[in-house]
């Protein structure tokens, strides 16, 4: 199984740099997707890590560290529009069926 | 591309009452799923296809059958339904299992209440 562990929320100011931490444990370990989901919508893609190090994506960079299990998501010039959820799925075993926690929902205030 | 459709966005039950909730996607995508959301929770898997023909079960089967009989078309039956099965139920789909990168694509989501 997986056990996938994030912050449940954190808050932010408009206009600043969030950083949102996520630690994993799991068998078989391939790669570790960061989606975002806005309340009453669908999940989104943001970005995949299959390699240590850092991916960078515009406003959004994520990061990964394989030997810690560790990832973080890094959002920067943070907008109103960010308040969401950002899920941590890592992708595990043969088989790839991502497993989707609740995330951690951020509230960006003025 | 249209992406992943589902249909309808919202549908009321009585316990007891069957249906179907459609999906479909338009990217030939090998792999399609089908996930339910209650308020404050994550996304949990309730049946999986890697292919025309082959379904699985996921983490929450009971109480719903799949069947995949063409590459784009994805339905979820509910057999009887009940109140516990009151969600928001996403259907999702990606290229394939068998490479890494398999990001997945989500339709707009069912919002599901049973009376």
């Known amino acids: 199984g997986q056990n996938i562990d994030q912050p449940t929320e954190m808050t932010a100011t408009e206009g600043a740099i969030v950083q949102i931490n996520c630690t994993y444990q799991?068998?078989?370990?391939?790669?570790l997707f960061w989606y975002q989901q806005h309340a009453g919508e669908a999940p989104t893609f943001l970005s995949y890590?299959?390699?240590?190090g850092l991916e960078e994506k515009g406003r959004f960079s994520s990061f990964l560290s394989r030997s810690k299990g560790y990832s973080y998501l890094l959002l920067k010039e943070l907008q109103m529009k960010d308040s969401a959820s950002y899920l941590c799925?890592?992708?595990?075993?043969?088989?790839?069926?991502?497993?989707f926690g609740r995330g951690t929902s951020l509230i960006v205030h003025p | 591309n249209a992406g992943v459709t589902q249909t309808p966005k919202f549908q009321v039950l009585k316990t007891g009452q069957s249906m179907t909730l459609q999906c479909a996607q338009d990217?030939?995508?090998?792999?399609m799923s089908w996930y339910r959301q209650d308020p404050g929770m994550g996304l949990r898997l309730i049946h999986y296809?890697?292919?025309?023909?082959?379904?699985d079960q996921g983490e929450v089967p009971n109480g719903y059958n799949v069947s995949r009989s063409t590459t784009e078309d994805f339905p979820l039956r509910l057999l009887s339904a009940a109140p516990s099965q009151t969600s928001v139920y996403f259907c999702?789909?990606?290229?394939?299992?068998?490479?890494?990168?398999?990001?997945?694509?989500f339709g707009p989501g069912t919002r599901l209440t049973v009376l």
């Open positions: 890590n299959v390699l240590d």
């Open positions: 799991t068998s078989g370990f391939n790669g």
């Open positions: 990217m030939n995508h090998e792999y």
């Open positions: 999702a789909s990606s290229y394939s299992l068998r490479e890494g990168r398999n990001e997945q694509f």
């Open positions: 799925v890592p992708s595990s075993g043969g088989s790839y069926i991502p497993t």
């Open positions: 296809s890697v292919g025309a023909g082959i379904t």
